[in-house]
């Protein structure tokens, strides 16, 4: 019998993450990626909770070990930059045993690629255009590529999914902004403070230098609930926008500006809550982000990870019946993610505080933790 041929678009985290474990149930995956390659930057992000054990089962905890970051501390400073909080984070994690781990996003998307490359065809600066299903199967078009037919197609494509938009509609009808906006970009220098991340507070703004591995990662994250919608693909405006609402502050903050100014590698988005009342019609389905985003402290690389062995099991222990596969599939991740998605204003408010009285609680409870996330 010949194995059963499934797309999935997105080689993040998400994506081959399910390829690795469909090759495993026997299926035959292919993994189509618009970027002409894997994203070599991006913001550390920890992989801890359900897909420490995913991981494991793929045998690339060592890997990630040896890539994890070296922060132990968080240094809390005031808008002009000084310190008004030291918190300890968690003591050896990703170290030993099986303690979360923090490695940056690049890292991660690298090694789970690398784990699943011999196992499934990757297509590299491709995209779908088309997708056409019926009963039995989904006839895809590419942008580059012949068109093809699968029997699945999964989208693990992210906030801004090319499947969901073909498949279940525009993405103004599941996506809700929440307001806050981020920007990141790599500083091409070593952190001042290698084992710290050092973050900069005002009311309703963050910067952050994160050491990241070698090589410094500066964040902005900002509450701007006046831009409710914007050019993805415009840089330029990214930049602008970034400047604008991180005027006055002082510390290291106009330096960091002018790296984001002339920088090629700027990432922004607006932090966003994908809310869908199915994951899945007919045979084409999602995966992470682009089924449920809920990323702000971390926790959306972790439950892709999840989610994506998840649906790799469901849809090998009902083959034949793509309905309850996918059914499945869903039950048991929404009850992963949707405690997650209700704590995301409740995360907001730790990390970007929208008042000055906010932002003095904050720091007065960093004084008190005995060791932070």
């Known amino acids: 019998m010949t194995p059963r041929s499934v797309l999935v678009s997105g080689a993040g985290v998400a994506g081959p993450t399910l390829a690795h474990w469909l090759a495993r149930h026997g299926f035959r995956p292919t993994v189509v990626e618009k970027a002409q390659g894997l994203r070599s930057s991006g913001n550390p992000v920890d992989v801890r909770g359900p897909a420490l054990p995913v991981a494991e089962a793929m045998g690339v905890l060592p890997q990630l070990r040896a890539a994890a970051t070296s922060a132990t501390a968080m240094r809390l400073l005031n808008a002009t930059g000084r310190e008004v909080a030291r918190v300890r984070m968690s003591a050896g994690r990703g170290r030993t045993g099986h303690r979360e781990v923090e490695v940056p996003r690049g890292d991660l998307a690298a090694v789970l690629h690398e784990a699943a490359r011999d196992e499934a065809e990757f297509l590299f600066g491709d995209s779908i255009t088309a997708l056409r299903q019926d009963e039995h199967g989904v006839d895809v078009t590419f942008e580059q590529a012949a068109p093809r037919r699968f ?8 906030l801004h999914s090319t499947v969901r938009h073909l498949a279940f509609g525009p993405e103004r009808d599941f996506v809700r902004p929440t307001g806050i906006l981020v920007a990141t970009v790599p500083l091409g220098e070593p952190a001042d403070h290698p084992h710290e991340v050092v973050v900069c507070n005002a009311p309703g703004r963050l910067v952050s230098v994160h050491p990241s591995r070698g090589e410094a990662l500066a964040a902005f994250i900002f509450r701007r609930p006046d831009i409710t919608a914007f050019d993805h693909r ?56 682009a089924a449920s985003c809920v990323s702000l402290l971390g926790d959306g690389s972790s439950l892709a990870i999840a989610g994506a062995r998840a649906l790799a099991a469901a849809l090998a222990a009902h083959p034949t019946a793509p309905a309850t596969a996918l059914d499945r599939y869903e039950a ?3 009850a992963l993610v949707m405690p997650r998605q209700r704590g995301v204003r409740r995360s907001a408010a730790l990390l970007v505080p929208a008042t000055r009285l906010g932002l003095a609680t904050r720091n007065l409870a960093a ?7």
């Open 151 to 158: 029997d699945f197609v999964i989208g693990a494509d992210g």
């Open 234 to 289: 415009d840089t330029a405006l990214h930049k602008r926008i970034v400047t604008a609402s991180h005027a006055g502050l002082g510390w290291r903050v106009p330096h960091l500006l002018d790296r984001l100014q002339n920088t090629d590698d700027l990432y922004f988005d607006a932090v966003s809550i994908v809310d869908l009342p199915s994951w899945s019609r007919g045979r084409i389905a999602l995966l992470g982000d």
């Open 332 to 334: 048991a991740h929404r």
């Open 367 to 373: 004084r008190l933790l005995p060791a932070g996330p």
